[in-house]
């Protein structure tokens, strides 16, 4: 496509360019643009932290305690048809809980799959929140995710007003400013993801056993290990990806923030611009 000719044009000399040790050591050192980036992110970890355990302020965050738990469901969900499961329906709960329904598949991939995928998904859109033409694109790749979803739990009142409210942010910040807003909610949703894996997986399964719990249910099946070795492991694996997710946006998307919105304007370009 055309349009993202400027993204394959990056990402082509970004292979180019790393061939030697100075070279690679130069692409990892952050410019001006990723500092700020770095500095959000640092910022959005900060206040995550501190809202989620005020109860009053908490709410803030709900919307997207929500969106994070429609990413745990849909990770189980794709799972479950990558191993030829049937899905009938995801929920999502006003208690900031989920279930997917499906049955047949492979329990020892669809059960890890939530906490997995949904820190993958989260790692994914904090390398995204680099770059505004990456952020456009991980925005329609999300579309595509809210589909599914609505598909599934067409039936549950909750995710269709979580997306329409989540769809409604991504439009409005799309046309703001050459989609500059867009960047930075992108990587809201991205921390926010990773976040909430990091702290779920804690609760539920380092700090105290909830027998519900997909460790629990993946440990019962394994057979081998309790359920805190199963969320320590996957804990690790979450806190991976979102190392992975820092270190890939630093090397990948050296653009300033003048050369991005330029990049962005040729893709989709909002027409009050």
Same mark, same amino acid.
């Given at each position: 496509?055309? *349009?993202?000719? $400027?993204?394959?044009?990056?990402?082509?000399?970004?292979?180019? %360019?790393?061939?030697?040790?100075?070279?690679?050591? =130069?692409? !990892?050192? $952050?410019?001006?643009? &990723?500092? #700020?980036? !770095?500095?959000?992110?640092?910022?959005?970890?900060?206040?995550?932290?501190?809202?989620?355990?005020?109860?009053?302020?908490?709410?803030?965050?709900?919307?997207?305690?929500?969106?994070?738990?429609?990413?745990?469901?849909?990770?189980? *969900?794709?799972?479950?048809?990558?191993?030829?499961?049937?899905?009938?329906?995801?929920?999502?709960?006003?208690?900031?809980?989920?279930?997917?329904q499906m049955s047949g598949g492979i329990s020892w991939i669809t059960l890890p799959a939530g906490y997995l995928g949904s820190s993958f998904i989260g790692a994914c859109l904090i390398t995204c929140g680099f770059d505004i033409l990456a952020s456009k694109i991980a925005c329609l790749v999300l579309a595509v995710f809210f589909l599914f979803t609505l598909w599934w739990a067409r039936r549950n009142w909750l995710s269709w007003l979580l997306i329409l409210l989540m769809s409604g942010l991504i439009v409005l910040f799309w046309?703001?400013?050459?989609?500059? *807003?867009? %960047?930075?909610?992108?990587?809201?949703?991205?921390?926010?993801?990773?976040?909430?894996?990091?702290? /779920?997986?804690? /609760? /539920?399964?380092? @700090? %105290?056993? #909830?027998?519900?719990?997909?460790?629990?249910?993946?440990?019962? #099946?394994?057979?081998?290990?309790?359920?805190?070795?199963?969320?320590?492991?996957?804990?690790?694996?979450?806190?991976?990806?979102?190392? @992975?997710?820092?270190?890939?946006?630093?090397?990948?998307?050296?653009? /300033?923030?003048? @050369? &991005?919105?330029? =990049?962005? %304007?040729?893709?989709?370009?909002?027409?009050?611009?």
């Amino acid at each position: 496509m055309p *349009a993202l000719a $400027p993204l394959e044009a990056r990402l082509a000399d970004l292979a180019a %360019r790393a061939d030697s040790p100075g070279q690679i050591q =130069a692409l !990892l050192t $952050p410019n001006h643009t &990723q500092e #700020v980036t !770095l500095i959000v992110a640092s910022v959005y970890v900060l206040v995550i932290a501190i809202l989620w355990h005020i109860p009053i302020l908490s709410w803030i965050l709900y919307p997207f305690k929500l969106l994070t738990v429609g990413f745990h469901e849909m990770s189980h *969900a794709f799972a479950g048809l990558m191993t030829c499961a049937k899905i009938y329906s995801i929920e999502l709960d006003p208690d900031e809980g989920g279930a997917t329904q499906m049955s047949g598949g492979i329990s020892w991939i669809t059960l890890p799959a939530g906490y997995l995928g949904s820190s993958f998904i989260g790692a994914c859109l904090i390398t995204c929140g680099f770059d505004i033409l990456a952020s456009k694109i991980a925005c329609l790749v999300l579309a595509v995710f809210f589909l599914f979803t609505l598909w599934w739990a067409r039936r549950n009142w909750l995710s269709w007003l979580l997306i329409l409210l989540m769809s409604g942010l991504i439009v409005l910040f799309w046309l703001v400013k050459n989609s500059v *807003a867009l %960047r930075y909610f992108v990587l809201f949703i991205g921390v926010m993801s990773c976040m909430y894996v990091l702290w /779920d997986v804690i /609760d /539920d399964t380092i @700090a %105290r056993k #909830v027998n519900t719990s997909d460790a629990s249910q993946f440990a019962h #099946v394994c057979g081998c290990c309790p359920s805190q070795v199963w969320g320590f492991f996957w804990l690790l694996i979450a806190a991976a990806f979102f190392a @992975a997710a820092i270190i890939v946006g630093i090397i990948a998307f050296k653009q /300033d923030d003048v @050369a &991005q919105q330029a =990049a962005a %304007r040729t893709f989709l370009p909002s027409p009050f611009q």
